[in-house]
């Protein structure tokens, strides 16, 4: 499209807009963000969008990718969120671009699905060619669609106009001066082939950093990188379900604080999740057959 229409002309979707605040704001204070908060659900202008990207591209591609995840942190409902939940690539890489039209018009993007990797190039659409801050935002956003599109996560390989690369977990370093600019991305989906990493295990190791943490399904979800859906099927096929998982987490926990110290079970429900002493110990007992003073007791007398 040949048409310029001038930044300050054009807006973003105030949902992608809260995704690069919501970024931003994980690493302090922000002027850029504190003017997209005071526009609530109005559409943003895509200046003040770019000064949000170029503080969250400071941060590192980790930064941008949990921004970029908080696009799917809300109910999500559409053509967009059809396609993932039906965990169709090929119906993703086909409708992104015009999809993409709802968020933003200043740039675009090619997609090209080749065997093992979805090859992507971007470039201007109304405005002038991408800033490299929004070009690996970008980036970020189709890393986290099709990891909830598929449930696994591709590996990021960034491609510079001056012919450098920078591939990884994390393609992305901390300061983006001197770089030249975004002329694509590859998303290679080679690993897939390989076996699934556990989403029970996953899923238990974030409970156990934060087992007093009101979790749900959706922010979990939202986590790992998956559509809630993706992760319910996930666990589904491993046995077990979301709540289940969660008080069997907590009560693993409180077990290990109930046999190896002499926290108050009042202090040890706190810690793990549990509403109270008495809720500890209606799951405690369910469980494991016997209360958790009862097993204090025991390992009282045998102290003894």
Known sequence: MQVLVPAHERTVHPDLARAALLGVRRHGPSPAADAVARRQAEPVPERLHHALLAELAGHGWQALRE???????????????????????PDLADRLPEL???????????????PGRLVVSHGALLGG?????ESLFTAAIHDVLVTACLGRRPAVTVRFADGRTLTGER????RLTGRSRVIGWTLDLAALRGPAPSAVAAVRELIAADPARRWRLDTMAVHLGYSTRTLQRCLGQQGTGFRELLTATRLGLAGGLVRRTDLGLAEVAAA????????????????????PSFIRGQLAEHAA
């Open 100 to 114: 993409q039209l709802s968020y933003h018009v200043g740039h675009t993007t090619r997609l090209r699905l080749e």
């Open 272 to 291: 793990c999740g549990f509403t109270d002493h008495a809720h500890l110990t209606r799951c405690f007992t369910a469980r494991h057959g016997q209360p």
């Open 129 to 133: 060619p991408p800033a490299p801050a």
């Open 67 to 89: 921004a970029a995840a908080h696009l799917l942190d809300r109910p999500r409902e559409g053509e967009l969120a059809e396609i993932i939940e039906r965990g169709s690539l």
């Open 171 to 174: 393609p992305v370093e901390l």
